[in-house]
């Protein structure tokens, strides 16, 4: 079992993770505006559900080559720091993305192809396959039991803590917008919030000397 302090840092990456503009996440806002709550329910366990693809192409044997390799567990770690770097500066950069600025032409699509079209948007999705590959070594940790079973603990904190967010997100996503659109200012303060974070994480990671 991964000790508490280093799982709540994880959740902490893994928040980081889901408040940052994606593929994700700008399908769901958008799908739940244009379609209502229930079309973005159905797209978020589509969502939730595409994440298992990941999370079993790590457990089943990537972070194991990692502790053989040690220069491999190196490089992704940079790959990790620098990839919190760059989506901080993604957020605050002028004339970034508001996530709330949904897309209006999306067609009205039955359950299944809205599961379907979650599903795929999460496996394909970069920085999903990004967070797992280069965040799952930085906490596991051999003298903690199985390598296996620690990957499939990390990978279901993550999966909660996203269809959490991203639940309130499809509830509220049509209010919050307007809301936001008539207050400007409180999207700044959440784009400096959500940079603070990930620039948070990537120096703590960077000064990391554990393994």
């Not at 989506?87 to 950069?93: G, M």
């Not at 620690?150 to 991203?166: H, P, R, W």
Request: with cysteine; proline share 5%; aromatic share 14%.
């Amino acid at each position: 079992m991964i000790p508490l302090q280093d799982l709540l840092i994880f959740i902490l990456a893994a928040f980081g993770l889901v408040i940052t503009p994606g593929p994700n996440m700008i399908y769901l806002i958008s799908r739940s505006i244009t379609q209502g709550k229930k079309a973005g329910i159905i797209s978020l366990f589509g969502i939730v559900t595409g994440f298992l693809f990941h999370i079993l192409l790590v457990s089943v044997g990537i972070t194991a080559i990692l502790f053989a390799v040690p220069i491999v567990y190196l490089g992704l770690k940079t790959v990790g720091v620098c990839y919190l770097i760059y989506l901080a500066f993604q957020a605050i950069k002028p004339n970034s993305q508001n996530i709330f600025e949904a897309r209006t032409d999306l067609p009205t699509d039955q359950p299944l192809k809205l599961f379907s079209m979650g599903f795929f948007t999460s496996i394909l999705n970069p920085k999903i396959a990004i967070f797992y590959v280069s965040f799952f070594p930085q906490f596991i940790k051999i003298e903690y039991g199985s390598v296996f079973w620690q990957s499939i603990e990390l990978g279901i904190t993550q999966m909660m803590v996203s269809f959490s967010v991203n639940l309130i997100i499809v509830l509220t996503a049509a209010k919050t917008a307007i809301w936001f659109a008539r207050n400007p200012i409180w999207m700044k303060i959440q784009k400096w919030f959500m940079a603070s974070i990930l620039t948070s994480l990537a120096l703590k990671m960077a000064l990391d000397k554990s393994k």
